[in-house]
């Protein structure tokens, strides 16, 4: 199940927490038979899912006579009947729908502070409100701080909760979260809650439909910029770091520079390039580790060493008399040092030194010449731009330019859902705001990035650099 979700009502500081989630992609049948009240046992159409020690709703949250229930704690269901661990309440008709829920409590909760400890509003968790679509509490105390939520399963001991919900401001969401552009969306189009087309995923996932929109038209936007971070440190006789995971592809056109601190920038190499800058130096990696003193060491593939030589891995240079190339295995003098699973092992015509070149493949950042002990241990510097964020949570900001812009693209798509089944009017008022905003965006965003950047002409499909 996913988090809780909370909603608050910031002129009554009333919460409201979404029941409904509880009966998303869970185990359910059918009631087989006609069910009077005061009954303790269900009739289904199928028992399989159905155990001891279970929670379940019978009927739909929001039905007046829904009700949660426990299924017998020592019973087994059998056959097409479940036991109940006490009799019902309401009658219920063949063909309701029995739900099995993972909670049957709720924890409502304020913190002065994101961080702050959180307080119970009811001393104890409280019935979920199986007639309701949301169970709902008024907070008499408190009209500051946060409001956070958290369901409870009774059954076990100690009881069980899920994770809390997100944080919410007494105060109502700052204009650029999720949940303002959600609730601005939909009081837009004369909607108070949700709608069963509209309903809290599908404004999620129009969201995040429009941060990929946004950012296909142009990649490097300045909001979007992450200067000096460190990718991590250089290491002897080792030449590749991982790319940052929140960079955008992973190619050099997501980098404007990468240095090593207090050094001056490195030169890209494209692949061809980089492969003429490597020209006659082999490597490879060991498949083992290898301890002092060791007279054996795997490489993960040595066809390229040839018969007797010198490699040098981890600054050592070793001497080997035997290359086995149908197991990877040297056979060297012995180690002066232990050499870790996965160290460079270099051979042939390389270089040694200061990192002067750099290339991105395979999802990491290559540089040569290889460090020795001197350039080793310093910060390796990248300036980059990252892939938009997805958003999942009403807490989340749209950090991106313009964030209004989000606001008109799901405006007009809660309106397109909502009368003409999710097919968009690309002359809808709001729409026509997204794109004349998109363009304006645009337009400033390369005018104010503060970066230079080199034009090379292209004539006749010739490049001159």
Not at 102 to 109: G, K, P, W
Not at 179 to 190: E, Q, S, T
Not at 243 to 255: F, T
Request: with cysteine; aromatic share 12%.
């Amino acid at each position: 199940m996913k988090i809780p979700k909370l909603r608050i009502d910031t002129l009554t500081y009333t919460l409201y927490s979404d029941n409904t989630l509880l009966t998303k992609n869970v185990k359910k049948t059918y009631l087989s038979a006609d069910m009077s009240s005061a009954s303790g046992t269900l009739t289904v159409d199928s028992i399989v899912g159905f155990a001891i020690n279970q929670i379940i709703l019978i009927g739909e949250f929001g039905n007046e006579d829904s009700e949660i229930i426990k299924t017998h704690a020592t019973t087994a269901p059998s056959g097409s009947t479940v036991t109940l661990a006490s009799n019902t309440t309401f009658a219920h008709p063949q063909g309701t729908t029995v739900y099995i829920i993972n909670y049957d409590q709720i924890d409502f909760r304020n913190a002065p502070t994101v961080a702050g400890t959180k307080t119970s509003l009811t001393g104890s968790p409280i019935v979920l409100q199986a007639d309701a679509l949301e169970t709902q509490l008024q907070d008499d105390t408190n009209t500051s701080g946060y409001g956070f939520i958290r369901f409870m399963n009774t059954i076990p001991t100690p009881d069980t909760y899920s994770a809390y919900s997100d944080y919410i401001p007494y105060t109502g969401y700052g204009s650029n979260t999720v949940g303002y552009i959600i609730d601005y969306a939909l009081k837009r189009n004369g909607l108070d809650d949700f709608t069963s087309k509209i309903d809290h995923d599908y404004c999620i996932e129009e969201i995040n439909s429009c941060i990929r929109y946004i950012t296909g038209q142009k990649k490097k936007w300045t909001s979007l910029q992450e200067f000096d971070a460190v990718l991590g440190q250089t290491e002897e006789s080792e030449y590749a770091i991982a790319v940052p995971s929140d960079m955008w592809q992973y190619s050099n056109k997501s980098i404007l520079d990468i240095h090593l601190e207090g050094r001056a920038s490195l030169t890209y190499k494209d692949e061809r390039e980089w492969n003429d800058l490597l020209v006659g130096t082999i490597y490879d990696t060991l498949s083992a580790a290898a301890l002092a003193t060791a007279t054996t060491v795997y490489l993960t593939n040595s066809f390229s060493f040839g018969d007797t030589g010198t490699f040098l891995c981890r600054g050592d240079e070793v001497d080997y008399t035997v290359n086995a190339t149908a197991t990877g295995k040297l056979t060297v003098t012995a180690l002066d040092n232990s050499l870790a699973d996965g160290s460079m092992a270099w051979t042939g015509t390389y270089q040694t030194g200061n990192p002067q070149y750099y290339t991105v493949k395979d999802g990491y950042i290559y540089f040569y010449p290889i460090p020795t002990s001197a350039y080793a241990s310093v910060n390796v510097l990248i300036d980059y731009w990252k892939v938009a964020p997805v958003i999942d949570s009403d807490a989340d900001t749209i950090d991106m330019f313009r964030f209004d812009l989000v606001k008109y693209w799901l405006t007009a798509s809660v309106r397109a859902m909502k009368n003409n089944q999710g097919i968009r009017n690309d002359g809808d008022g709001d729409y026509i705001m997204f794109e004349r905003g998109l363009r304006n965006a645009i337009r400033i965003d390369l005018q104010s990035s503060g970066q230079k950047y080199k034009m090379k002409p292209k004539i006749n499909s010739i490049k001159y650099n």
